[in-house]
C-alpha cells in the first residue's frame, strides 16, 4: 500500500498572505496525485489533478506541482473561503486509492 | 449538471444489517466508476472500495474488504454501499465518488450519508 503523508497538521497564515501545503508518498506515484478541499460540514470538492491540472471552476490562485513522491499545493492569495481542510490522494498503486491524513489550514 | 444525491441519514444497532443509496444523474451512469469513501467523526478520508457501473466488477481496500459489499443498479443509475452486520466502528460519514475516468481522480462527490451505530 502506498502511504501518503502532508505536511503540517495545521497552519495558520493570514488571509492574503501565501499558503504551501506538501504531500509525500512511500513510492513513486508518478503524477496520478490529486488534492481535494473539504470545508466545513461539506462534502470534499476536487481541487487539482494529474498533480498540477486545476479542476473546473477551481480559482487560478490555486496551483499543483511535483511528481514521483514529492509535491505540493500553493494558494497564492487566501481568500477567507479558503480555510478548510485539505487532503491529497494518490491514484497511481491501486487497490487502494489512498488518502494523506490532510492538512487544517487556519486563519491567523 | 452531474449530481450524486445520497439517501438519508440512519440509525442502527449493532447487528444490523443496511443498504445506503447513491443515485447519478446528469451524465451517463455506466461510463463511470463510483467509488465509496469513509470518513469517521472527526477523522480523514478512507478509500473503502469502487465499482465499474458497466459490469459491476468491483477492488476493495484491503481494511473493508469482507464488511461491506458495492452493487449498482444500472436500470435507476444507483449505486448502493450495504453492510450485513454492522458495528459500532462503522458510525462515520459516508461519500459516493464518481471516477472522472477509470482509475484515476474523483470529480464529482455527493452531499454524503451518516450512519449512526448505537446500541
Known amino acids: 500500500e502506498t502511504v501518503m503523508m502532508q505536511s503540517p497538521v495545521t497552519l495558520s497564515v493570514s488571509p492574503g498572505e501565501r499558503a504551501s501545503l506538501s504531500c509525500w508518498a512511500s513510492q513513486s506515484v508518478t503524477s496520478n496525485l490529486a488534492w481535494y478541499q473539504q470545508r466545513p460540514g461539506q462534502a470534499p470538492r476536487l481541487l487539482i489533478y494529474g498533480a498540477s491540472t486545476r479542476a473546473t471552476g477551481v480559482p487560478a490562485r490555486f496551483s499543483g506541482s511535483g511528481s514521483g513522491t514529492e509535491f505540493t499545493l500553493t494558494i497564492s492569495s487566501l481568500q477567507p473561503e479558503d480555510f478548510a481542510v485539505y487532503y491529497c490522494?494518490?491514484?497511481?498503486?491501486?487497490?487502494?486509492?489512498?488518502f494523506g491524513q490532510g492538512t487544517k489550514l487556519e486563519i491567523k | 449538471e452531474v449530481q450524486l444525491v445520497q439517501s438519508g441519514a440512519e440509525v442502527r444497532k449493532p447487528g444490523e444489517s443496511l443498504r445506503i443509496s447513491c443515485k447519478g444523474s446528469?451524465?451517463?451512469?455506466?461510463?463511470?466508476?463510483i467509488s465509496w469513501v469513509r470518513q469517521m467523526p472527526g477523522k480523514g478520508l478512507e478509500w473503502m472500495g469502487r465499482?465499474?457501473?458497466?459490469?459491476?466488477?468491483?477492488n476493495y481496500s484491503p481494511s473493508f474488504q469482507g464488511h461491506v459489499t458495492l452493487s449498482v443498479d444500472r436500470s435507476v443509475s444507483t449505486a448502493y454501499l450495504q453492510w450485513t452486520s454492522l458495528k459500532a466502528s462503522d458510525t462515520a460519514m459516508y461519500y459516493c465518488v464518481r471516477h472522472s475516468s477509470s482509475s484515476s481522480e474523483l470529480d464529482f462527490w455527493g452531499q454524503g450519508t451518516l450512519v449512526t451505530v448505537s446500541s
Open positions: 446528469g451524465y451517463d451512469f455506466p461510463r463511470f466508476w
Open positions: 465499482i465499474d457501473s458497466s459490469d459491476s466488477y468491483s
Open positions: 490522494q494518490q491514484y497511481n498503486n491501486w487497490p487502494p486509492y489512498t
